[in-house]
């Protein structure tokens, strides 16, 4: 017999998400995951001077802001055609590092840990199932550092402020790089903070996650999904210390080949929003918010690649650049997110070590009357992309996609389903009336539908949207 | 004015944090400190707010949950999920609670631009929430920009109708407290003298006066260079940043003296402009944020 479970709010994200799954036999046989929240920044940016699309649009996500930062800059790199300095570039990417590890940080403790080990310190902390399986000290140890790493987390955006102004929503990285000049005290500041992070990470953090690992290892069964696997690149092509982490690559069915930007297309068919019939300039059309829509479920649309949906973010970092090959699940992807945060400080120390005091990257910027360009690359949570358009030295077109929106894509007209739905199919349901297996593989992805649903993007009538 | 904290001087860094952080900790010692329920709403908007309260430090999260309040409620960080954690908002309606808000409440299709939760099967808005639980509460705090009027969520066109949280509540009082996102020690700050000493003199906006007194251009450690007009001609200059676009002589807030993220740095200390995140207006009053052409002839003003 059949049952449909709904859990809304799925908590211990950013943003607010409902999931919708069917049960028969105990089994996931039809999932749909549901982002619950529209903004519209797209919209919002027509108009605005493109300088300020740098500032504005890391208001879209709280917990990843200064990614969007960075895209942004990209974007009107291209656009303006610059080329930053390597100096900017390595101040540039450190901030990326330092979101990376509050990011990471907070994601395993304060998201990931209560859905694997009981917190008894505050009432904050009940949970409906009782699938806690940890020895009480070891659950107890894990719980005291659910509390010890706001500290760290907290010294991470600490770092980011020293070169970055402020966090979240930083000021610091702009086009050419960032704002600020490097200095022996500001280094210093932040190689004494990392130093602490890096052995926080290596003493609690990655011995935390294989001992949960060791007493769910059912997990490594569950929630592996399609196994498409795709990177913008991250911490690569620099000048003279060519790639840290990553190339932008893919992977389906097992065979890797180099990323290309053109294959990427963003379907409509099951998001709420209608299109519009013209379509002379198809990148230039806006789709309007249309929560009457047929079939549709969601405000997060379905970008594919190749006609398919993809898996991003640290498990596909690190399978595609070769350092992890244990398998695609739920509990691999959280070993990768924690495995990369160690991996991200040691880039971060090769960057700092790259630093020349006072080198200022900025210079007088002057707006092309037109043009386009684009930014992408691999952030927190997986592959980001901004594209935007100048008309009259204003915005006449920006489109994002983020990563939570490749994860949590609806199905398309093709009949895949979405990254994170199709890894929940086959799952083995234990308790149907508390089931915390959904939860857990969902926020493995590390959800943000902050950004997933704040996007607005346009569409025409067959409702395939090619991105550029 | 009484109960206001002068001279200025005293507000530098940590200052004000700590003297309610001590005082809040003496009184729970000394059980003047009674442990209230919050109920942390997430509206229309990034979740930023939470992510910066994370990054309090005197007083940090963990004393906030052990020492100050009982926290009944935060999408972000409470491990029950689904109808339990609905149902865990519900039941705390029962008792008295304070209630802080984050992010717009969206009005387009009625609420349905943000749901926050499934109640009694059927979708709960940021809206009926916002409305609901603001009705019964006994002290309500409006977190960010967002909140407080609307803020980037509302930002032209505002296409998912957002507003602040007083324009669904337009008889009740609250704390306002903008900022993009706040500063922990201006939210940890407020509810901290709300426990101990009931609602902090605010000014005719609804802004606590302890951390909203005072113009940024006021204290502002490059008000120098503005006077002597000497002016940055690009981000990365070390002098005035009025002529790219500084929001600093409209936005009042302690920044200049405050900082952020451990008092380490702040914008101006970035070498860019204030954007007047804790302006009201933000952030359509205050675009474009960054210029560098302000040295136009202006005219008709």
New interface residues.
Partial sequence: MSKRI???????????M?IDVTIDQNQVVDAKTKG?????FE??LVG??P??AV??TQ?????C?AAHSMASSHALEDALNIEPMEQGNYLRDIIHCCEFLQNHI?HFY??TV??FVK?E????????HDDFRLPKNMNDRISQHY?DS??F???A??M?????????????V?IGGI???ATAEKVV?IDSILVRIARFIDEKMIPDVYDIAHFYEDYFRMGGGYGNLLTYGAFNHYKELGTLYVDPLVSTMGSVETFDESKIQEKIDYAYFKSITNSNQPNEEVTE?D?DKEKAYSWVKAPRYKGLPFEVGPLARLILSGAYNNGISAMDRTIARVLETKKITEIMKILLQQLIPGV??????ELPASSSGRGLLDTTRGALGHWLKIRDKKISFYQIITPSTWDFSTRDDQGYRGTAEEALIGTPIQNPDKPAEI?RILRSFDPCM?CAT?V?SPGKQVKTIKVF | MEGQILPPESLTNEAIAERLTSTALESLKKRMIKKKPLIYLELNGCSGNIISLLNGQNPDFEYMLNSMVDLKYSNSLMAAEGEQAIDKLINAMDGEYILAVEGAVALKNNGLYNIIGNWDGKPLTGLQAAKMLGERASHILAVGACATHGGVSAAKPNPSQSVGLQRVLPDKNMIKLPGCPVHPDWFLGTLAHLLLYGEPETDNLDRPLMFYSTLIHDRCPRRPFFDRGIFAEKLGDKTCLFKLGCRGPVTRVDCPTRQWNGHVNWPIGDNTPCIGCAQFGFPDAMAPFISYDTTRVVKNE
């Fill in positions: 709904v859990i809304n709010p799925l908590t211990r994200i950013s943003g607010f409902e619950n929240l529209f903004r519209g919209q919002m605005r001077s300088f300020d500032y504005f208001r879209i996500c709280g917990i802001s907070r304060q998201y209560p859905d917190i310190q505050n009432s904050l902390f009940q949970t409906d509390f706001l500290k987390s907290r010294l955006h600490q980011l402020a020293v070169l970055g102004g402020k966090a979240p929503h930083n000021h610091g702009f704002t600020t000049q500041h918010p929560m200022n990257v900025q210079k007088k910027y939860g902050s704040h607005y």
